[in-house]
């Protein structure tokens, strides 16, 4: 099976403008997760997409958004871009419907630098 | 907020040495994971130990798992010049959540 792939790998982009990442999870995952990775943050999470219903939200403001369509895959979206958003953008995907005992698979991510 | 904390941050150690990596969380939790990290690049799964285990093995890494404690360790032995990455542990949030919270990890460097 083809593992989680993210688009675009690199991007940059300007103070002020929005950005869609993209993320198709592995075949048959119906859970996707976000996260973000800072060196001064650690990686943290965004929000995690089951059956196109975002199911938990971690702690960011209202700029960072995402949605998931019928195929699973996934996009989020940053609008009014902070040099703060700079970050590996990490999406993982998950078999299991909870966290029970979910292992989560994690794309290569997407680096977002803002200028 | 981070609820795993690892220790140490950094670890250099000898080919073929055995690295030995800790790590402690807060709340309680359902599972806790391994994850490794080679320079900034997507996070690769290592081992999943469950709550009601204490530890489990793959290949050359063995985890432990103390609840009581709150703690868990990553043993990796006869270390190789591949190991070297960033290692996190990662745990739910014990309420069924399919949701990761993350140390901040140690940085492995394997030396030749």
């Known amino acids: 099976k083809a593992g989680v792939t993210q688009t675009p790998r690199y991007l940059i982009k300007t103070r002020g403008q929005q950005v869609t990442l993209s993320c198709s999870p592995i075949?048959?995952?119906?859970?996707v997760s976000w996260y973000q990775q800072t060196p001064g943050q650690g990686l943290q999470f965004l929000f995690e997409?089951?059956?196109?219903?975002?199911?938990n939200k971690g702690n960011f403001p209202g700029r960072f958004s995402g949605r998931q369509f019928s195929n699973s895959r996934s996009e989020m979206n940053v609008s009014t871009l902070e040099l703060g958003d700079s970050a590996l953008y990490l999406c993982?995907?998950?078999?299991?419907?909870?966290?029970?005992?979910?292992?989560?698979?994690f794309g290569p991510g997407t680096r977002l630098l803002v200028l | 907020s981070q609820q795993g904390e690892e220790d140490p941050q950094a670890l250099s150690i000898q080919e073929g040495e055995n690295a030995t990596m800790n790590c402690s969380y807060k709340?309680?939790?359902?599972?806790l994971q391994w994850y490794r990290q080679n320079s900034g690049r997507g996070l690769v799964h290592l081992i999943l130990?469950?709550?009601?285990?204490r530890e489990k093995h793959s290949g050359r890494l063995r985890v432990t798992l103390d609840t009581s404690k709150k703690s868990s360790s990553l043993l990796i032995t006869a270390s190789r010049a591949a190991d070297t990455a960033s290692y996190f542990c990662?745990?739910?949030?014990?309420?069924?959540?399919?949701?990761?919270?993350f140390g901040q990890g140690t940085r492995l460097t394997i030396n030749p």
């Open positions: 993982a995907s998950s078999l299991e419907a909870s966290g029970r005992y979910g292992t989560q698979y």
């Open positions: 075949s048959g995952h119906r859970s």
């Open positions: 997409y089951f059956s196109e219903t975002q199911r």
């Open positions: 709340t309680s939790i359902n599972n």
């Open positions: 130990i469950r709550s009601n285990e």
């Open positions: 990662a745990t739910d949030d014990g309420q069924g959540a399919q949701k990761l919270v």
